[in-house]
């Protein structure tokens, strides 16, 4: 099992900025990729972002690139997502999730964290 605890999240106003952590524990020998999902209410949590463990291939979907970073820190098992021009549309539920294999927008999270809010007013 792989455990994932996430930190951050919040309230910002558009066009501000926040950082989203996340901790795996446990078996993480078995993770290649994570990545970050959201889920706005009403809507089907989507990936926003994921990279391998490498840290050497990474996608973004279109709603979020340019704007949004994902960052490894290896050593300390430790994934961040910096969330730069924060809109109004970008309110939802934010997963971190672990996966087996990285497959760019087709990444499938085998492993999930407990969830943050990110709530952005305009």
């Known amino acids: 099992q792989v455990q994932l605890v996430e930190s951050g999240g919040g309230l910002a106003q558009a066009g501000g900025s926040l950082r989203l952590s996340c901790a795996a524990s446990g078996r993480t020998f078995a993770i290649n990729a994570m990545g970050w ?3 706005a209410p009403g809507k089907e949590r989507e990936l926003i972002a994921t990279t391998n463990w490498m840290g050497d291939s990474t996608y973004y979907s279109d709603s979020v690139k340019g704007r949004f970073t994902m960052s490894l820190i290896d050593a300390k098992n430790t994934v961040h997502l910096q969330m730069n021009s924060l809109k109004p549309e970008d309110t939802a539920v934010y997963y ?3 996966s087996y294999g990285y497959r760019g927008p087709e990444t499938v999270a085998n ?3 407990q969830g943050t809010q990110v709530t952005v007013s305009s």
């Open 37 to 39: 999902f959201r889920q």
């Open 96 to 98: 971190c999730a672990a």
């Open 111 to 113: 492993y999930w964290g």
